[in-house]
Structure formats: C-alpha cells, structure tokens
C-alpha cells in the first residue's frame, strides 16, 4: 500500500469515525429533499402508486410530504434538543414509515437488472428515496451508541434453529425453481405451456436479456433464486465473514458487513411482506371468500396452484432471510477485547 492510499485510508476512516456529528444533519437534508419531492408530485398530480395504470392515487404525494416534514421536524429537534427518549421514539416513527413507502423496492431493482423498464419511474423513484431515509432516520436514532470496541470477533456459524430457518427458506425455493425452469425448457405445468409463456412475458415488455435467457432454457428468476439462497447461507455460515479460498486475491480477507446485510434486508423487507400478505389472500381465495382473477392462465386453479407455489416460496424465504440477516448483525457486531479474552 502506498502513502496516498494509506492517507486516503486514514482520512476515510477518521470522516466515518464521526458519522454520530454527520447523519442527522445528513437527515435533515434528505427530509427537505423528500418533502419537495412529494409537494411536487402532489402538486403536478403524479401518481405515486401503480395500480394497473390507474393515475388516480396522486394524493399520495401528500403522504409522501407529510413524512418527509415529519423527519424534517425530528432531526431538526435533534440538532436543537439532542436525542431524547420522545425525539428517538418519533425518529423510529418516521423511519417505519419510511420503510414501508420502500416497500417492492427490490422488485423494481430486479426488474431494471433483467433489462425491464419499470411500471412507474415517479414510484421506483419514490421507494429508493424512502429506503435511503429509512437508513438514515435509522443511523440517526442509534447515533449516540457507542460501539464496545474495534476487536473484530473470529467467523461463527449461525445458531442451530437460525441454520433450520436457512434450510427452511432453501427448500421453499424448490419447487419455484422447477417451475420456471419447466417452463423455460418449452415444458407444461399449471396447463401452459413453456411457449404460451414466453409469449404472455413478451406480450408483457420482457427485455431482449429475459427472452434471451429463456430462449436458453434458463430462467432469470430462478437464476435470481440461486442467488438469494447464496446470500442467505452466506449471512448463517462462517464464509460469509471472511472471503474463502476460492474467491482468489480476496480470500482470508474480511467482509464488510455491509456487503451482505445491505440486499439482505432489502430483500427481507420486500419478500416477508410480499409473501405473507400475498399467502393470505390465496387463503381467503382458497376458502372461496375472494375471487382470484386467472389472468394468463387457463383457469383459477391454475393461477391459485402457481400463486401458491410463489407465495409459500417468497414468505419462507422472506422470514428466513430476517432470521438470518439478525443472527449475522448480532454475530459479527465489534466487541471489546476484554470481552473477546473472556469468551
């Protein structure tokens, strides 16, 4: 490493160091960001909310504004005030709000990694607004906790029922996976065929990348699937701590925690939700308490055999992945050294 590098090094450390003296001031502008964006959304009546092209819910955009003057009026009370036991209660607020507003965020991020343009640039634009204040009203409610120490705890494995929870969420994906890969091999399954499918997601806006891939008889969603299962065994087994040997010039190196707690929780807190409210409307469509439109398929059963066999697989996997993103934040948090000689 050079001197430049290891002043870089040293300057970057020093400024995140001090991120408790940065985040809120960094809240507030955000919370003036988002207020406006919101105002002018509702202002020029742009809808918020893809409901099958509906524009009609543009007064979402005053929600929108009240949350962020919410957090406006919050981290402001911060910088006057200090971190109060009311203040931080009402940061909590606003960042589960935020949360919330993100919610789906993922699958427009994946829509836009398969080549897809997305349903609404004004709501994709709106969720990734919301996700990043949610972090930040997060930082700045926890910003005056000190960490214990710089020790850096040795790589652990995931508690027994948190790797069963793992298992849970792998297996969950299985049938899923056969699904689409039936599909993408020109199969039928659910009374459709592979061709009838690919013409229902070219019908739909499917990107070249999609059509290509499934024209290869590879599914992306399920090549997606793959990719989630290898993050969720990364966040419960020791490798996912520190490179391994087959990550070549990065093994033995450590993890940033970032790196798998960021699309972790992202996913965590798009698929829990998507899934269990999701498997709760088949349930009432199931006991014939809701209509379940069949859509591309040939009959209800159908659609109701399909939706369940994706709602089971994104609330499984959903769960597991909070399960296991808690377990790796716990495990891999620093320690103080007079700990780590005690353990």
């Given at each position: 490493m050079t001197s430049v590098e290891r002043t870089m090094k040293a300057l970057w450390s020093a400024w995140w160091q001090r991120w408790p003296r940065w985040v809120t001031w960094a809240t507030m502008l955000w919370a003036v960001l988002y207020a406006g964006f919101g105002l002018a959304c509702a202002l020029s009546g742009t809808s918020l909310l893809h409901l099958g092209g509906d524009s009609g819910t543009s007064g979402l955009g005053w929600a929108v504004m009240a949350v962020g003057a919410l957090a406006m009026l919050v981290s402001g009370a911060v910088v006057l005030y200090g971190l109060r036991p009311s203040i931080r209660v009402l940061l909590w607020v606003a960042c589960g709000l935020a949360g919330i507003t993100a919610f789906s965020l993922l699958m427009d991020a994946i829509t836009l990694m398969l080549g897809q343009g997305v349903d609404s640039q004004a709501s994709a634009a709106n969720k990734a607004l919301a996700a990043v204040g949610a972090v930040l009203l997060a930082a700045t409610a926890r910003s005056d906790h000190r960490p214990a120490g710089t020790a850096v705890r040795a790589p652990s494995a995931a508690p027994q029922l948190v790797q069963l929870a793992a298992w849970a969420g792998t297996l969950a994906f299985v049938p899923y996976a056969a699904m689409k890969l039936v599909w993408a091999s020109g199969g039928t399954f659910a009374g459709i065929t592979?061709?009838?499918?690919?013409?229902?997601?070219?019908?739909?806006?499917?990107?070249?990348?999609?059509?290509?891939?499934?024209?290869?008889?590879?599914?992306?969603?399920?090549?997606?699937?793959?990719?989630?299962?290898f993050l969720l065994w990364g966040l419960v087994r020791p490798w996912g701590q520190v490179f391994p040997r087959w990550t070549l010039f990065l093994r033995g190196r450590r993890v940033p925690r970032w790196l798998p707690l960021a699309p972790a929780l992202l996913g965590a807190a798009t698929l829990a939700p998507y899934g269990v409210v999701g498997a709760g409307y088949l349930t009432l469509a199931t006991a014939g308490v809701v209509t379940l439109r069949r859509g591309d398929f040939h009959s209800s059963g159908d659609a109701l055999l399909v939706g369940w066999i994706g709602m089971v697989a994104f609330a499984a996997y959903g769960i597991a992945l909070t399960i296991a993103a808690v377990s790796y934040w716990l495990r891999t948090r620093p320690a103080s050294r007079m700990s780590i000689t005690k353990e």
């Open positions: 592979g061709e009838e499918m690919l013409a229902v997601s070219e019908r739909n806006g499917a990107s070249g990348i999609f059509l290509t891939l499934e024209s290869w008889g590879l599914d992306p969603t399920a090549l997606l699937a793959v990719l989630g299962v």
